[in-house]
Each structure stands twice: as C-alpha cells, then as structure tokens.
C-alpha cells in the first residue's frame, strides 16, 4: 500500500488541468516546488491550520459536507476527484478509476464502496476565476 500512496504524491500539468496527487499531506503540497501559486493559497486558505497541515489532502475533502464553506469553493473550483474503484467482475476484484464531481465524491466517501483516492483535478479556467 505504501509504494501506492507515493505513486499518488505529485503534481502534473496539461493545458487545461492541474492534477494533484490525493495522497499528499498539505505540508507536502506546500513544500512542493512545481506547484501554482494559486493552488497553494487555496489550500492555505482552507487547510492552513496546523492540525490540518499533516494531513492527507483526500481525507481533508471527504470530511467536508455540504453546508461547509469549503463545499462552496470546491464547486466553484469545479473539482474533480479521480479515484480507484473496486469492483467484482467473474469472481476477481477489479480496479477501476473514476472522475467525479465534488457531489459524486461525497456521496461515494458515505457509502460503503471500496475505493482509492488518486488525484484532485483543478480546472485552470475556474482557478483563474477564483479569488480567495
């Protein structure tokens, strides 16, 4: 399980997107130098406690609900979550990923599915738009 949480400590970007690895903690993400300005101040507006600093970015966004204040800038953010899914199929576990939405997201993480957390996907144009 651990080669698989570093596999999901990064972030990349296309045109469009920025992907952030859902496994990294908000320490991680700040220390991180390939990350955008905009990100990181998103993430210190909202995460920037100190008790909130070592943990894991998905664990942070599935403990959200949606009265939160941060729900709010998540939809505006138009997140996305991309995770793993298992599922059986012939009698073997398959896994599967998925992009959700923040609502798609939430409802997954109160069910009893098992799932992974890959990556939060940031669109660019919704970044640019989104004044902390």
Same mark, same amino acid.
């Given at each position: 399980m651990e080669q698989i949480n570093r596999?999901?400590?990064?972030?990349?970007?296309?045109?469009?997107?920025?992907?952030v690895g859902a496994q990294m903690s908000v320490a991680e993400l700040?220390?991180?130098?390939?990350?955008? +300005?905009k990100v990181k101040?998103?993430?210190? $507006?909202?995460?920037? %406690?100190?008790?909130?600093?070592?943990?894991?970015?998905?664990?942070?966004?599935?403990?959200i609900n949606s009265e939160d204040f941060v729900y709010q800038a998540v939809k505006?953010?138009?997140?996305? +979550?991309?995770?793993?899914?298992?599922?059986? $199929?012939?009698?073997? %576990?398959v896994y599967k990923s998925k992009t959700l939405t923040a609502d798609e997201y939430l409802e997954l993480h109160s069910s009893?599915?098992?799932?992974?957390?890959?990556?939060?996907?940031?669109?660019?144009l919704a970044l640019l738009a989104f004044s902390t």
């Open positions: 596999e999901f400590k990064a972030v990349v970007q296309d045109m469009t997107h920025i992907y700040m220390a991180f130098e390939d990350v955008p +300005f101040a998103v993430f210190n $507006k909202f995460f920037g %406690e100190e008790e909130q600093r070592n943990a894991k970015i998905c664990d942070l966004l599935a403990n505006q953010l138009k997140l996305k +979550f991309k995770v793993g899914v298992y599922s059986e $199929k012939n009698g073997k %576990e009893d599915e098992k799932y992974f957390d890959e990556e939060i996907v940031f669109n660019k």
